[in-house]
């Protein structure tokens, strides 16, 4: 009988998965964008030979949808579901003889282009959901349990560039009833959830002995869901706050409002949601004010304003809207998915890590080895001139080899530079 817990009581073997970016992220338009990738590694623990029949790895998206309304005799109800994309990788395919492992760790590198037409992901309750995980299983003989890991992948969508009116100052202003002049501004529409949106109030009285009773503002989220059959839209308050105290003092009154929203979360539903848009879920997100006016005789009017705002994923000075300069760009080293992917392993999963004895485990890397160096200018060549000058290449002694003058070896390059990652493992 196969072995299931080694010694004690610890797995035999235990599966974990690497990605290079833990949230994908499509840029521009569904009808636009390019799309993106999900690359990754695989990784299989083994502890002691370990025997397989196969071992996939399957990405899926699912969307769903359920629309309830009314009661009694006007009850409705519509389901929508359907997958948005389906692959498997087949790493270890089923033959006659079982496939035999041994101890060590064992990475299998895995690529998918998606396209960017894709919805984004959606955190909802069982009522609405855009869902993109990853499942491995290694199949085992006989009576020995398979191994079967589960890793959701959220994708995200960034379609604002740099220069979009969505990063300028949004203005609301106007005379209202020729008693006050407003001016409310929000430095963007652009919103992140846990960030503080900040609101600035000016207000001018045109009518005498009036005042400010309070300045309120709501978030409000809205949600609509459709089917081939029904659609619902429905509202609900993320977060208000409440100024009864604002300053009425001169000529002109101001003061700056702080909206602050609560962080993202996978409860059901969420504390907020991001933004999103497609054929069945719609998501938007937008500021009431009210400014309450106390006229003389006692009697308060109410100044309403809405400003839409978007609740994005992707921070407004976010790196990933900023292209590299030039003479960043040539310390890049060259992609690797499997090196890639280890690098950004959480230490959980290095932590599993046990001596290699698989060829593609000589990917796993520290990552201090990157963040202490400025980057290796391997694909910048130097002019004749600067070769002869150059001093001695260190890339002899770093393998055990003397000292030489001028440009190294191609394949001597190579060399090296896996020879000094191996010391990092």
């Known amino acids: 009988m196969i072995n299931i817990l080694g010694k004690l009581g610890q797995p035999s073997a235990q599966l974990s998965i690497a990605l290079e970016n833990e949230q994908l992220v499509m840029h521009d338009s569904p009808q636009d964008s390019a799309g993106c990738f999900l690359r990754g590694s695989l990784f299989l623990n083994c502890r002691e030979p ?29 389901r929508k579901a359907h997958d948005l994309i389906d692959h498997q990788w087949v790493f270890l395919a089923q033959q006659k003889r079982t496939h035999i492992l041994v101890p060590g760790l064992h990475s299998f590198p895995f ?15 069982d009522l609405a959901s855009v869902l993109y995980r990853l499942t491995a299983i290694a199949e085992r003989p006989k009576f020995a349990s398979n191994l079967v ?14 220069d979009s009116e969505f990063f300028q100052p949004m203005t609301i ?7 006050i002049t407003y001016d409310i501004t929000v430095p963007t529409r652009i ?11 000016k207000l001018s009285p045109r009518a005498e002995n009036i005042s400010i009773h309070y300045v309120s503002a709501v978030l409000e989220e809205t949600v609509t869901l459709r089917t081939s059959a029904v659609s619902k839209t429905s509202a609900r308050n993320v977060v208000a706050i409440k100024n009864e105290q604002f300053p ?79 003479e960043d760009t040539w310390r890049s080293l060259p992609y690797d998915p499997a090196l890639a992917a280890a690098l950004s392993r959480s230490a959980s999963a290095l932590s599993l890590a046990t001596t290699p004895s698989h060829p593609s485990s000589d990917d796993l890397l520290d990552t201090s080895f990157f963040s202490s160096s400025p980057g290796w200018p391997l694909s910048r060549v130097p002019s004749y001139d600067t070769a002869i000058l150059s001093q001695p290449s260190p890339i002899g002694p770093c393998y055990g080899q003397p000292y030489h003058d001028g440009l190294p070896e191609y394949q001597s390059i190579l060399v090296w530079t896996v020879h000094c990652m191996n010391l990092y493992i």
């Open 173 to 179: 202003a106007d005379e209202w009833t020729d008693k």
């Open 248 to 326: 009425c003092e001169g000529t002109q009154w101001s003061n700056v409002e702080q909206l602050h929203t609560p962080q993202h979360t996978k409860i059901h539903p969420p504390s907020i949601a991001y933004d999103t848009e497609n054929a069945h879920i719609n998501i938007t997100h937008v500021i009431h004010y009210v400014v309450c006016i106390k006229n003389p005789d006692g009697h308060f009017s109410e100044l309403r304003a809405t400003i839409p705002i978007i609740v994005s994923p992707v921070p407004a000075n976010d790196e990933l809207n900023q292209l590299p300069a030039y």
């Open 191 to 201: 919103c992140v959830p846990g960030e503080t949106i900040p609101t600035s109030i």
């Open 149 to 162: 890991l589960m890793q959701d992948v959220p994708i995200v969508r960034h379609c604002y560039s740099s």
């Open 50 to 78: 370990t025997y397989l029949r196969t071992l996939t790895l399957r990405f899926k998206g699912s969307l769903k949808v359920w629309i309830m309304e009314g009661s009694g005799a006007a009850f409705r109800s519509d």
């Open 111 to 125: 690529e998918l282009a998606l396209p960017g037409d894709l919805p984004e992901s959606v955190d909802g309750d």
